[in-house]
């Protein structure tokens, strides 16, 4: 199922009132560009989940719980498996970004499922999320890009944009019928 204008739960609007909630002036500081990271690391898969409550799509809702969890597995392996010193010294839990793979596997979702209305914003969050944790001394560039691909690996590889194509002839004495059908 697409998400096909659904305007009370539009994405756009959810990351701009996230945005306003975090305050004007939040992004000045370390402190503030980690909260802001923790309010979008949490915003874009709760969004995603939302939306896809809204669109009473159950099996989305599936696909993107999977995708999240083997990106968390994953990011949790790595980062116990690489000890990576963090740009602030305070552990060695580096690489890659959890809050950015969980940001991007969300973002690939809606990209996935609802087109590129949904996609672009969520992309946009997700780039925010990993520009934040650099600005905020918590990763480096290869711990973000990391983490980017390792949650739009795991959304690609499960969420089934649900695309169908159908094609049917029908022959009369006199005639032949063609029909060409899709459905999301």
Partial sequence: ???????????????????????G????????????SDVLAVGVPLAAAVISVAHD????????SKSEALTLLSVEVLKRTTNKTRPNGRDDRSFPSGHTAVAFAAAQYMQIRGGWRYGVPAYLAAAATGYSRVKA??????????????GMA???????????????????????????????
């Fill in 1 to 23: 199922m697409r998400f096909i204008n659904f305007r009370p739960l539009h994405f756009p609007s959810l990351l701009l009132a996230g945005t306003v909630a975090l305050g």
């Fill in 25 to 36: 002036n939040c992004l000045a500081s370390e402190d503030s560009y980690s909260r802001a």
């Fill in 57 to 64: 799509d159950a099996s989305g809702l599936l696909q993107l």
């Fill in 137 to 150: 001394k918590e990763h480096y560039w290869r711990d973000v890009l990391a983490g980017a691909a390792i």
């Fill in 154 to 184: 795991t959304s690609y590889y499960f969420t089934d944009n649900r695309e169908r194509v159908s094609f049917g002839m029908m022959f009369g004495r006199d005639s032949v019928y063609a029909h060409v059908n899709t459905s999301w």
